[in-house]
Nanobody, 117 residues
Framework: QVQLVESGGGLVQPGGSLRLSCAASGFDFSRAAMSWYRQAPGQVREFVASSFSGGRKTNYVDFAKGRFTISRVNANNTLYLQMTNLKPEDTAVYYC??????????WGQGTQVTVSS
């Protein structure tokens, strides 16, 4: 049974930092493409960053470049998203996504990030 459990969200002031975690189980994590997405109220879910080829390659959407860092520890089946210099427009529910070697997509339940003073 595949499980993706996000944690680390919360309330942070503008300019602050957060590190999100995604604990994965039930599939071959090291071979999966792992990504973060986010969805703000009333908005469509959007891509943030991905880690693939076992973590050797990463990809970011423009707004994340220079502020967010995706990483993974394959030995612990855990994906991270380090977010710095957070802005109010980063407020959203952040989701972990796994695309397995069988091309099946799985999603976590999401973790809320709120950036506000």
């Amino acid at each position: 049974q595949v499980q993706l459990v996000e944690s680390g969200g919360g309330l942070v002031q503008p300019g602050g930092s957060l590190r999100l975690s995604c604990a994965a189980s039930g599939f071959d994590f090291s071979r999966a493409a792992m990504s973060w997405y986010r969805q703000a109220p009333g908005q469509v879910r959007e891509f943030v960053a991905s880690s693939f080829s076992g973590g050797r390659k990463t990809n970011y959407v423009d707004f994340a470049k220079g502020r967010f860092t995706i990483s993974r520890v394959n030995a612990n089946n855990t994906l991270y998203l380090q977010m710095t210099n957070l802005k109010p427009e980063d407020t959203a529910v952040y989701y972990c996504n796994a695309q397995t070697i069988n091309d099946v997509d799985y999603w976590g339940q999401g973790t809320q990030v709120t950036v506000s003073s």
